[in-house]
């Protein structure tokens, strides 16, 4: 079965430290991987990763993608207490008609001041 | 803002009965994805339509039934209600049904009595 499991499950830091977020997945007709940021409420996209050992980055926030390996990692660099949130990855599963996103149940980072 | 409204924001009902969620995308998309987030399981992946037809099927229940009309909104109807069905209901638009980033709406959040 398809699955995409994200670690640690929780992470609490304090301001201006560095955090590594973990994604790992097992699809079959794997076609790219997916953060997003959910604060209270609707989760807000970060990057999309199609390609293998391509940084992507935006400000303090940067992704790669490991389709060898089939994991995927997001780099938050000091970090700041608008960072807290529940950070989410998902792998797109392309197979035939049935495409789909498939979840991790992500993580949840709290920056302390 | 991220251009997709969903209605109401939150529905407070009784075992038995049947609601309807809204969702209007955002300008110019295509796809609509209903999704359903409780805290055990994350964000499960329900169904998806692409201009007024069905795309893709996730783990939706044969209680819940969508549908996308001609202006491109779209109604998710869950009925039989059961307490277990309380959860915040997502839905997400993207321009078209390949390798795109979904935009999300923020929620309607279901609590069954």
């Known amino acids: 079965e398809d699955k995409v499991v994200q670690s640690p499950l929780s992470l609490v830091v304090h301001e201006g430290d560095t955090v590594t977020l973990n994604c790992s997945y097992e699809?079959?007709?794997?076609?790219?991987l997916l953060w997003y940021k959910q604060e209270k409420k609707a989760p807000t996209f970060l990057f999309m990763l199609?390609?293998s050992g391509i940084e992507k980055k935006s400000g303090r926030l940067s992704s790669i993608l490991d389709k060898k390996e089939l994991f995927s990692i997001l780099n938050i660099t000091a970090t700041q207490t608008g960072d807290s949130a529940v950070y989410l990855c998902?792998?797109?599963?392309?197979?035939?008609?049935?495409?789909?996103?498939?979840w991790g149940l992500g993580t949840s980072l709290a920056v302390n001041p | 803002d991220s251009g997709v409204t969903q209605t109401p924001k939150h529905l407070i009902t009784a075992t038995g009965q049947r609601v309807t969620l809204r969702c209007s995308p955002r300008?110019?998309?295509?796809?609509v994805y209903w999704y359903q987030q409780s805290l055990d399981q994350g964000l499960q992946f329900l169904i998806q339509?692409?201009?007024?037809?069905?795309?893709a099927k996730g783990n939706i229940l044969e209680r819940f039934s969508a549908q996308q009309f001609p202006d491109l909104h779209s109604e998710l109807n869950l009925s039989s209600l059961e307490l277990g069905d309380s959860a915040l209901y997502f839905c997400?638009?993207?321009?078209?049904?390949?390798?795109?980033?979904?935009?999300f709406g923020d929620g309607t959040r279901l609590s069954i009595l």
């Open positions: 997400a638009s993207s321009v078209g049904t390949d390798n795109q980033p979904q935009h």
């Open positions: 300008s110019g998309d295509l796809s």
């Open positions: 339509y692409y201009n007024g037809e069905e795309r």
């Open positions: 699809v079959t007709n794997f076609r790219s």
């Open positions: 199609t390609s």
């Open positions: 998902a792998a797109r599963d392309y197979a035939g008609n049935n495409r789909k996103l498939i």
